[in-house]
């Protein structure tokens, strides 16, 4: 059973920093990626970064130079526990959104697509 567990959210002031970490149990496909994801109520979910186990890194264009994620290394084995970190900077209000991380994720142009796993979330609300 494939689990992602979240962690680091919370309540921080505009410009300020957090990191969120997903850890992830071991996936046996030859190829996939860990994503992470964000939404807020009403709207549509959002891709936010995508790290590939061929060591690609995605970072969306709306946080790119604010938020990064972690590279997986190539030489990460098969059905090993992975961890990827999002770090996240300079946060403004309408970062605030809940974060998900899922996967194995289709790496498709870079872009994490159809994850077959969902964490459960975790909550960035920025305000003064």
């Known amino acids: 059973q494939v689990q992602l567990v979240e962690s680091g959210g919370g309540l921080v002031q505009p410009g300020g920093s957090l990191r969120l970490s997903c850890e992830a149990s071991?996936?046996?496909?030859?190829?996939?990626?860990i994503g992470w994801f964000r939404q807020v109520p009403g709207k549509e979910r959002e891709d936010v970064s995508c790290?590939?186990?061929?060591?690609?890194?995605?970072?969306?264009?709306?946080?790119k130079g604010r938020f990064t994620a972690s590279k997986i290394s190539r030489s990460t084995a098969r059905n090993s526990r992975n961890t990827v970190h999002l770090q996240m900077s300079g946060l403004r209000a309408d970062d605030s959104a809940v974060y998900y991380c899922?996967?194995?994720?289709?790496?498709?142009?870079?872009?994490?697509?159809?994850?077959?796993?969902w964490g459960q979330g975790t909550q960035v609300s920025v305000s003064s």
């Open positions: 899922a996967g194995p994720c289709t790496v498709v142009a870079g872009k994490c697509r159809i994850c077959d796993y």
């Open positions: 071991a996936f046996t496909e030859r190829e996939w990626g």
């Open positions: 790290s590939s186990n061929d060591g690609g890194l995605f970072i969306d264009n709306s946080v």
